[in-house]
């Protein structure tokens, strides 16, 4: 496996399920980012983490609830989503410090949620 | 808060050149993005500009940027149906870890 990879492609779930995205990456590097990209607006980032600690959450609500167990691994736990999280849920890393870093995101293919 | 524009659509034949602009208001940003989404997929860099330049060539792209304006543009040479895809203007590259992202503007090419 190479790059960053997400699990799984595609998840429907009702409004009171419990499920969980996972995110891997390859790549080596030290921060992990969770983006919501739905139609027509712009891309939304949602949690960041850097060397396994949580360093960015916008105002998310608490029924989305990121874990951060390692520097290749990267989770978003759902319960109780409302229809309007319907979305495609990015994950991306990058190298985010050091000299020369020029900040450059590598994104996964998503997971698209339908919440019923 | 900080913001990046774009126009939502643009349409051009094949063999065209296509042109893609974007406005930014993070003037503290040290790097300006172009990502491309195709269908199904997720964004991949296209191509960057550090802030002290004013353009970058690359292949089939150019990439013109007017530091006073704010002003970011994309020039795609010799427009192929495959370039038919959602292109995301993106600003940062800064401690912050944040790169702000605009709306995404989708090209379409024509045969």
């Known amino acids: 496996e190479t790059g960053v990879t997400q699990t799984p492609r595609h998840l429907v779930m009702g409004m009171t399920n419990k499920k969980s995205l996972k995110c891997e990456q390859h790549?080596?590097?030290?921060?992990m980012y969770w983006y919501k990209q739905s139609a027509k607006k712009p891309l939304e980032l949602m949690f960041v983490?850097?060397?396994?600690?949580?360093?960015e959450n916008n105002s998310v609500p608490s029924r989305f609830s990121p874990e951060c167990p390692n520097s290749s691994h990267l989770f978003l736990h759902l319960h109780t989503l409302q229809p309007e999280d319907s979305a495609l849920y990015l994950c991306?890393?990058?190298?985010?410090?050091?000299?020369?870093?020029?900040?450059?995101?590598?994104f996964g293919e998503g997971s698209r949620l339908t919440v019923l | 808060g900080e913001d990046v524009e774009q126009s939502l659509f643009l349409s051009v034949r094949e063999g065209d050149s296509s042109v893609i602009n974007c406005t930014y208001t993070?003037?503290?940003?040290?790097?300006l993005y172009w990502y491309k989404q195709e269908p199904g997929a997720g964004l991949q860099l296209l191509t960057y500009?550090?802030?002290?330049?004013d353009m970058k060539q690359d292949q089939r792209l150019t990439v013109l940027l007017n530091k006073k304006d704010k002003h970011l543009s994309l020039r795609i040479a010799d427009t192929q149906t495959g370039d038919s895809a959602i292109y995301f203007c993106?600003?940062?590259?800064?401690?912050?870890?944040?790169?702000?992202f605009g709306s995404g503007t989708r090209l379409l090419v024509r045969p």
């Open positions: 991306a890393s990058s190298q985010a410090s050091g000299g020369g870093n020029t900040g450059e995101l590598f």
């Open positions: 790549l080596g590097h030290n921060a």
């Open positions: 983490y850097s060397l396994e600690e949580r360093v």
């Open positions: 993070d003037s503290s940003s040290t790097y």
């Open positions: 500009i550090f802030s002290n330049m």
């Open positions: 993106a600003s940062g590259g800064d401690s912050s870890y944040k790169l702000i």
